[in-house]
């Protein structure tokens, strides 16, 4: 990029950026540093990145021969800038995504999903959600996705994580066109994580709403509907929405399984809806269980409600419409410990 050539004349000379004042220099050799950095593909520490740009910016009699002070300045502010907001966007197939993988995500924003809680390098239900990856790559993309390359890329980019945190494995092909998505499709990995909230949560009050996603039994990122439901609610006073089918029986809610108690079991839904990790982890360790169709009629009779999701666990619902529930019944301590209990897989 740097090749020598010899400055002739003032025309040049103004094109380098004129004589170049120590200041300049300074910054310039922070250009250089950080560009230096980035295609080495290693990013010193704030500090020696300092002193690394002055030293550098003594070399500059012979480097500003060959790149303007504003065009180095550029430099470093791009290569910052791509390098603070591709750090925290996650890795495509094992690299950092660009921006332009990314748009298509967002613009086509055809692809499929699982979030995973990681505690300390651990999941729990981490081979469901694995099964729940290859499956929804058959049904959206026709494609076959090797589960354990999808371990390896988790781990890949989490690996070095401590704690508690949410980790998202979304499934697309950058490559689909709006307009051709007949297209044989390569599906990628994106790996991205965002932090994990407190558990437990407060009790949540649901508006019900009459809606079915599509493709009930798939994570996709289809989520308009969803969110559009959960945005009238929260515009409403309540803090999420509960979906019901066109003959008042209840499925899900907005992001979460809902499961009710009604003094002796605990009763799922069946239906349209997605099944969720959760809610399959909860009915295998909890005794008193029974999947059945749940009314609207019925939810005044029942004892308690909650919410079950990767990342909220379980969460009670302490009101449906102006149905209240308590949200303090001992089910619900006793699901959460439950739950908790369930040891995670090692990623
Ligand atoms: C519509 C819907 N139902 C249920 C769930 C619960 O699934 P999981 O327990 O796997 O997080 C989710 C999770 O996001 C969801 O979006």
Redesign the pocket.
């Known amino acids: 990029m740097c090749r020598r050539r010899p400055a002739s004349g003032p025309d040049r000379s103004r094109r380098l950026g004129g004589p170049v004042s120590n200041s300049r220099k300074g910054c310039a050799g922070l250009a250089l540093a950080a560009c230096a950095a980035s295609v080495i593909g290693v990013s010193p520490p704030p500090a020696h990145r300092i002193v690394l740009a002055w030293r550098i910016g003594l070399a500059l009699p012979m480097t500003c021969h060959c790149l303007s002070t504003e065009l180095l300045l550029h430099l470093v502010m791009r290569a910052d800038r791509v390098e603070c907001k591709t750090r925290s966007m996650g890795e495509l197939n094992g690299v950092q995504v660009t921006p332009e993988a990314l748009q298509s995500l967002g613009l086509v924003n055809y692809g499929h999903f ?2 995973m809680r990681v505690d300390d390098q651990r999941i729990r ?1 981490l081979s469901q ?1 694995l099964d ?1 990856i290859v499956h929804d790559c058959r049904v959206v993309f026709n494609s076959d996705l090797d589960r354990d390359h999808v371990r390896q890329l988790i781990r890949r980019a989490i690996a070095d994580k401590p704690g508690s945190f949410i980790v998202r494995v979304t499934i697309f092909d950058p490559d689909l066109q709006l307009g051709h998505l007949g297209a044989p499709a390569k599906p990628r990995v994106l790996v991205t994580s965002r932090p994990a909230a407190d558990w437990p949560a407060a009790p949540m009050r649901v508006q019900s709403a009459v809606y079915r ?1 599509e493709l ?1 039994e798939v ?1 996709h990122v289809g989520l308009f509907g ?1 969110l559009w439901h959960r945005r009238n609610a929260e515009l409403n006073g309540y803090d999420d929405a509960l979906f019901i089918d066109a003959s008042s029986f209840v499925s ?6 809902i499961g009710f108690f009604d003094g002796d079991r605990v009763v799922w839904p069946g239906g349209e ?2 099944p ?4 399959r982890l909860l009915k295998q360790v909890h005794d008193h269980t029974i999947t059945a169709p749940v009314s609207y009629r019925d939810i005044p009779g029942m004892r308690a409600a909650f919410a ?4 909220i666990g379980v969460r009670a619902i302490s009101a449906i419409d102006n149905i209240q529930l308590p949200g303090g019944d001992p089910i619900i301590d006793t699901l959460r410990k439950e739950y908790q209990e369930i040891p995670g897989e090692r990623l």
């Open positions: 699982t979030s239900g959600h729940r996603r009930p994570k969803a899900e809610g907005a992001t979460w399984n809806i997605l969720g990790i959760t809610m079950a999701n990767t990342a």
